[in-house]
């Protein structure tokens, strides 16, 4: 976890861990007032097994300071990131085709905010920060969830995400939650798995 702010990027820190290790005082002291979040090994692994401790809390208390969302997602399951932006409470862009700027001038409207006034935060360089430098946002990467390993991820994985650290992985992860794949899984059933969650990640 980084210690203090950079001096940069708005006064924001341009790495950390997790996205539950972003203070929301950093944000405000910074005058943010939206978060272009991402979803895929931000908050959730792309394979559904693994939540980023802490996230759900931490989006559910930027919501009552009053900061606005929107999920931007390039993920090809729409279903799936439709199921799970509703179960988070989160408006959607989907698919985003980050870094294209289309997306996030799509999320900025939608907030009706400035680029200055919002946040990018999400896994991936080559995405979530090219996106946000391109359109004009400060932004925060979070290292990358455990998940299986795409074809170019074993080419260039390194140079565009941070690895989820291995002395993390042996500490409690989030727990591993019910697949939404195919949309089977009730909304009963997804949301004892989401308070499940909550009640552990922090334990």
Not at 50 to 57: K, R
Not at 88 to 101: F, G, S, T, Y
Request: proline share 7%.
């Amino acid at each position: 976890m980084l210690k203090n702010p950079s001096i940069r990027n708005y006064g924001l820190p341009k790495r950390v861990l997790k996205l539950a290790e972003v203070r929301h005082e950093w944000l405000s002291n910074s005058a943010i007032q939206g978060i272009i979040l991402d979803l895929d090994n931000t908050i959730i692994s792309e394979d559904d097994r693994y939540f980023s401790p802490g996230a759900i809390q931490w989006i559910e208390q930027a919501k009552l300071l009053g900061f606005q969302f929107v999920l931007l997602s390039n993920g090809k399951r729409r279903h799936r990131a439709r199921n799970w932006a509703e179960k988070l409470e989160l408006p959607l862009i989907n698919p985003a085709k980050k870094p294209l700027p289309f997306s996030f001038k799509k999320a900025l409207k939608q907030m009706k905010l400035e680029a200055r006034q919002v946040v990018v935060i999400g896994d991936s360089l080559h995405t979530d920060v090219i996106g946000a430098w391109w359109i004009g946002c400060p932004w925060i990467q979070v290292a990358s969830l455990p998940h299986p390993p795409r074809w170019w991820e074993r080419l260039v994985g390194r140079w565009v995400q941070i690895p989820y650290p291995a002395h993390e992985k042996r500490r409690k992860l989030g727990s591993p939650v019910v697949s939404t794949r195919g949309g089977k899984a009730t909304r009963a059933v997804l949301t004892a798995v989401l308070m499940s969650v909550m009640m552990r990640v922090d334990r």
